[in-house]
């Protein structure tokens, strides 16, 4: 049994579908300030590491618009709690170049720090379509003219940057 030690029940899902053998555990960790993902997941396992008996992971991601410069980036949380969707797509009306991408980075602690991670190429949608959680309505992943918030949980799996992190951190505990 390992943990994935986040809040966000969503993320928790998705990775339920990929690793069976995993627990939903919300211990609250700083999300520091800095310029890539895998510091930001480096600086939670060295605060929760001393906390928590069991081996665990979490996983930092967010989204990022070319045309405006890889915003919202490591941002991405508390920008989808200001500004939300209708902000994203406000920042890029009239724009023609929508590409963006989601990027995920998974940390995982044995004993030692092991960091897997997955990339979504795509662009984002003129207009909202779909449910799912955070950006899912906006995001169109490259392949696909569906968003994130049209496709069923396994189909976004099978694109996303998510899917595609928890593909790689499967392949190392099966190699265990
Ligand atoms: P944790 O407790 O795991 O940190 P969180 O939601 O705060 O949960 P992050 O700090 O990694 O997660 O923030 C990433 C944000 O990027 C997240 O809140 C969403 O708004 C957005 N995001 C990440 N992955 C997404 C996905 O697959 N679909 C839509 N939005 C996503």
């Not at 627990?23 to 480096?42: G, T």
């Not at 890889?70 to 989808?80: K, T």
């Amino acid at each position: 049994m390992i943990y994935f030690i986040t809040g966000n029940r969503h993320k928790y899902v998705e990775a339920k579908k990929i690793i069976d053998d995993i627990e939903m555990k919300h211990i609250p960790y700083p999300e520091i300030q800095a310029d890539s993902l895998e510091e930001v997941a480096k600086f939670g396992i060295d605060y929760l590491k001393n906390k928590i008996e069991a081996k665990f992971f979490l996983e930092d991601s967010g989204l990022f618009i070319d045309a405006l410069k890889g915003f919202p980036g490591v941002y991405s949380a508390y920008v989808f709690k200001t500004i939300g969707n209708d902000g994203i797509l406000k920042l890029m009306e009239g724009k023609k170049e929508r590409k963006a991408y989601f990027k995920a980075v998974i940390a995982y602690y044995d004993g030692s720090v092991h960091i897997f991670q997955g990339i979504c190429y795509g662009e984002i949608a003129m207009e909202k379509r779909g449910e799912g959680f955070g950006y899912d309505p906006i995001f169109v992943p490259e392949g696909s003219k569906k968003t994130f918030g049209e496709m069923s949980k396994e189909e976004k799996n099978k694109y996303s940057h998510r899917g595609k992190a928890l593909m790689a951190f499967k392949k190392f505990l099966n190699s265990q």
